[in-house]
């Protein structure tokens, strides 16, 4: 619980303070202890002894919050203590500390400048007053070593830990990331499959709705119900499809994985947009001349033809023709609608109908499969739509 006024980062640096404060107080009793009941390493405290003995403890509750000035303040202390010939022993433990949390936390040149430094000065010190002083002096020296290296070895496996668990953090950001990709580009293809599914149906409804109309009005006395029948059944026919290709679609978001999307359209499915075509009034020309292609090219391709075919049909008029051809050369498909009827308006808002998703659909299609599509007005009259799909040097 975040104590109030407080941030996440005050409350650390309150509690390290306090950790490191009582920390200090019972190596300050323990020296007491040492200095009362050890002799013969130095003369027994007087009050000045004690007062620098007791005050070197006091930095070390900041030893993790400022490490290097806390030990600077430790010899201070330590240093005139030591100079006075007060008991040797009862400052090791803080003055250990304080080398190990230098070492801890700080940069490893930094650990080696310092230990040098500290050694130098004792070695020289103490052989100074003579080889027994000195050798003494070394003994203390390997204690020296061994706090310094402990220190360095905690560091390097905090920051293999830390680095460990940074690794392990951003593999998981970045599986997060890709499911969220997966999401969205698993939305974006049921978008489409149903932009397709239901604009070409519904074209087709209403075409073939209209041609029913047109009979029932063109000579109400004398009702040709063969053709009545005919536009019903071929609006039969579409909503039956149009069902199909939905529930086969909406299964993908029930399902728990892929397995269930159940077969692709494919280039084998041309035949029957061309005939739903033709019911719709339009004469369509097909030419395929490679029926194999990968799954995911002959879906593109399908879905490409299904909304060129839509919008021919929605925008093309009266006695429409549209061709519809496709050729494998080389390593991609070359797919090309054109029809001889009126252009597709422009994109963009009009008055009474919101802008359409077809050119875009189609396009993100054909990128999907790593090709291109070019669609615009043709020279001569009408409306071509024409994409390169590779099938990386499939058959």
Sequence with gaps: MLVPGLGRRDVSAARTLREDTLLAAAVAVAAVVIALTTSGNGRHPDALGWALLLAAHIPSAFRRRAPLRAFLG?????????????????????????????????????????????????????FAEGMTEGKEALRISGWIVAFLLVGVIVRVHRQYVSSVVERAERAERTREEEARRRVAEERLRVARDLHDLLA???????????????????????????????????????????????????????????DSRGPLPGLDGLPDLAEAARTAGATVDLSVENMEAPPAVGAAAYRIVQEALTNAVRHGGPGLTVRVGIRSRG?????????????????????????????????????????????????????????????????
């Excluded at 022993?89 to 304080?98: G, K, L, R």
């Design 74 to 126: 430790l010899v201070v202390c330590v240093a005139p203590y030591h100079a006075l010939d007060y008991n040797h022993t009862a400052p090791m433990i803080v003055s250990m500390t304080a080398l190990y949390t230098i070492a801890a936390t700080g940069r490893t040149l930094r650990t080696l400048f310092l230990g040098a430094g500290v050694l130098g000065i004792m070695l020289g010190v103490k």
């Design 200 to 258: 070409h149906s519904i074209t087709l409804v209403g075409v073939q709705t209209s041609v029913a109309a047109h009979v029932l009005q063109a000579d109400p006395d004398r009702l040709d119900r063969a053709a009545v029948a005919k536009a019903l059944d071929d609006i039969a026919e579409t909503c039956r499809t149009a069902r199909g290709e939905l529930r086969a679609t909406l299964e993908v978001l029930r399902a728990g994985s892929d």
């Design 331 to 395: 390593d991609a498909l070359h797919l090309r609608v054109a029809d001889d009827g009126a252009p597709p308006p422009p994109p963009g808002p009009e008055p009474d109908r919101p802008p359409g998703f077809g050119l875009l659909g189609m396009r993100e299609r054909a990128r999907s499969v790593g090709g291109t599509l070019d669609a615009g007005p043709r020279a001569q009259g009408g409306f071509e739509v024409a994409a390169v799909l590779p099938t990386g040097g499939h058959p």
